[in-house]
């Protein structure tokens, strides 16, 4: 059998510590089968991978990297939006402290990051195929070097350390082992108008909204009952957010006006609610789910049925309140399968995300009214941002392209 020139060293013993061979030298670990020595091991094998002969040399003992993540999730967790949070503890636990948690705050170099940004590389997702594109490498890589400009400001970092660590520049487009991530397309009206059936009917009346003002899904399942002003204007109703994604960005409050289509859609689910209740809601959809199946039973309910009904209504219901990113996309999807078991094979519902249905309606504003309207449909500051939503520029350019005149051939066919 050949032997495997690129196997790491194993994780050995001698006494009570763990070492590893590299080079001819012991270098140890720690105590056997202590997470540190562990940890140890690991950042040994991701560093050689990256650099076979480099072994880091190991300076006198501070707060270790370990305490800084935790004292900063702890800040982000208070302070940063829920999504913007969890992509720093994917990072800080999967990655920062795996390899680095035990070394000293101060002994964190640009190697260590370029160590991390190559595990980021080499990571395999649960389909099998690379985890992360190459800009969310650099985001995490960024997300790396702000928790210890952060701990700059909490006198736990060295300015000097936080510096050396913004010398490691963003991979470049191409770079070796990275792909690109997709740009995201619209979902043709048609699809969306396939899978509505499929739908219980407050997911559909909110895939509605969503199309008919543009928003982007996060406010459309955070909308809030007392968040709809009805009375200020006689014809529409104005949908004031209380916080939306570039708040902090444009220092202004974004108001959504809701035409008679949206109202006669959003009416029924403001009925009986306290200001604070979701508009759209994952307890509805489940009630109207139970309605159906209560209108589509064909045989008279059983006593324990009826029993078991009376105690779930005596309950509270343990369906959140609020939709969030997943529930909805996974809602969305459940609904395609759902469809694509009955529907013929050439009916097939391809599969679409909520997040396109923003792209959807950009675009038909711009090929229906223009660019200006596509902007302020979309709230945005600049025309440059509505660009990268709207796809009407590659639809006109589909159109001509199919209404060609080759310039080259005679009329009778001779070229």
Same mark, same amino acid.
């Given at each position: 059998?050949?032997?495997?020139?690129?196997?790491?060293?194993?994780?050995?013993?001698?006494?009570?510590?763990?070492?590893?061979?590299?080079?001819?030298?012991?270098?140890?670990?720690?105590?056997?089968?202590?997470?540190?020595?562990?940890?140890?091991?690991?950042?040994?094998? @991701?560093?050689?991978?990256?650099? /076979?002969?480099?072994?880091?040399?190991?300076?006198?003992?501070?707060? %270790? =990297?370990?305490?800084?993540? @935790?004292?900063?999730?702890?800040? %982000?967790? @208070?302070?940063?939006?829920?999504?913007?949070?969890?992509?720093?503890?994917?990072? =800080?636990?999967?990655?920062?402290?795996?390899?680095?948690?035990?070394?000293?705050?101060?002994?964190? &170099?640009?190697?260590?990051?370029?160590?991390?940004?190559?595990?980021?590389?080499?990571?395999?997702? &649960?389909?099998?195929?690379?985890?992360?594109?190459?800009?969310?490498?650099?985001?995490?890589?960024?997300?790396?070097?702000?928790?210890?400009?952060?701990?700059?400001?909490?006198?736990?970092?060295?300015?000097?350390?936080? %510096?050396?660590?913004?010398?490691?520049?963003?991979?470049? !487009?191409?770079?070796?082992?990275?792909?690109?991530? /997709?740009?995201?397309?619209?979902?043709?009206?048609?699809?969306?108008?396939?899978?509505?059936?499929?739908?219980?009917?407050?997911?559909?009346?909110?895939?509605?909204? $969503?199309?008919?003002?543009?928003?982007?899904?996060?406010?459309?399942?955070?909308?809030? =009952?007392?968040?709809?002003?009805?009375?200020?204007?006689?014809?529409?109703w104005l949908y004031r957010l209380h916080s939306h994604k570039t708040e902090k960005k444009t220092k202004r409050k974004k108001i959504v006006p809701l035409g008679k289509p949206e109202q006669e859609l959003i009416l029924p689910y403001l009925e009986g609610k306290e200001p604070a209740?979701?508009?759209?809601? /994952?307890?509805? *959809?489940?009630? !109207?789910?139970?309605?159906?199946q209560r209108a589509n039973r064909k045989s008279k309910p059983t006593p324990s049925q009826e029993s078991r009904d009376r105690e779930r209504a005596a309950k509270p219901s343990r369906y959140q309140e609020f939709y969030n990113k997943d529930s909805?996309?996974?809602?969305?999807?459940? %609904?395609?399968?759902?469809?694509?078991?009955?529907?013929?094979?050439? !009916?097939?519902?391809?599969?679409?995300?909520?997040?396109?249905?923003?792209?959807?309606?950009?675009?038909?504003?711009?090929?229906?009214?223009?660019?200006?309207? *596509?902007?302020?449909?979309?709230?945005?500051?600049?025309? $440059?941002?509505? &660009?990268?939503?709207?796809? @009407?520029?590659?639809? &006109?350019?589909?159109?001509?392209?199919?209404?060609?005149?080759? /310039?080259?051939?005679?009329?009778?066919?001779?070229?």
């Open positions: 059998m050949p032997k495997l020139v690129n196997r790491p060293p194993k994780y050995g013993k001698m006494g009570k510590y763990a070492f590893v061979t590299h080079n001819r030298k012991r270098i140890y670990l720690g105590l056997y089968g202590s997470p540190e020595s562990h940890e140890a091991y690991a950042r040994f094998v @991701a560093e050689r991978r990256l650099s /076979p002969d480099l072994v880091l040399p190991r300076g006198e003992s501070n707060a %270790a =990297v370990k305490e800084l993540a @935790a004292a900063f999730l702890d800040y %982000a967790k @208070a302070t940063f939006a829920k999504p913007n949070y969890i992509h720093f503890r994917t990072v =800080v636990l999967e990655f920062l402290t795996k390899f680095y948690g035990n070394t000293p705050i101060d002994e964190f &170099k640009p190697s260590s990051l370029k160590t991390i940004r190559s595990e980021l590389i080499r990571a395999i997702g &649960k389909d099998g195929k690379p985890r992360y594109c190459r800009g969310t490498i650099n985001d995490h890589v960024r997300r790396i070097i702000r928790i210890f400009h952060w701990g700059v400001g909490e006198e736990l970092v060295k300015a000097e350390t936080w %510096a050396v660590l913004q010398a490691v520049k963003p991979l470049p !487009e191409g770079y070796e082992g990275t792909f690109e991530s /997709p740009a995201r397309e619209d979902v043709s009206d048609d699809v969306i108008l396939r899978t509505l059936p499929f739908l219980p009917p407050v997911l559909q009346a909110m895939v509605k909204v $969503q199309r008919l003002t543009g928003c982007r899904p996060g406010e459309i399942f955070n909308m809030r =009952v007392g968040e709809i002003d009805r009375d200020s204007d006689s014809e529409l209740a979701a508009v759209f809601s /994952p307890r509805t *959809a489940m009630e !109207e789910r139970r309605a159906e909805y996309h996974q809602a969305i999807a459940h %609904a395609i399968a759902k469809g694509n078991k009955v529907l013929p094979d050439n !009916e097939q519902i391809p599969h679409w995300y909520p997040y396109q249905i923003r792209h959807t309606a950009a675009t038909a504003m711009e090929k229906e009214s223009g660019l200006d309207e *596509a902007q302020a449909l979309l709230d945005h500051s600049s025309a $440059q941002t509505t &660009k990268r939503y709207s796809h @009407a520029r590659l639809q &006109k350019m589909k159109e001509l392209a199919r209404n060609r005149r080759n /310039p080259f051939e005679s009329e009778g066919g001779e070229s």
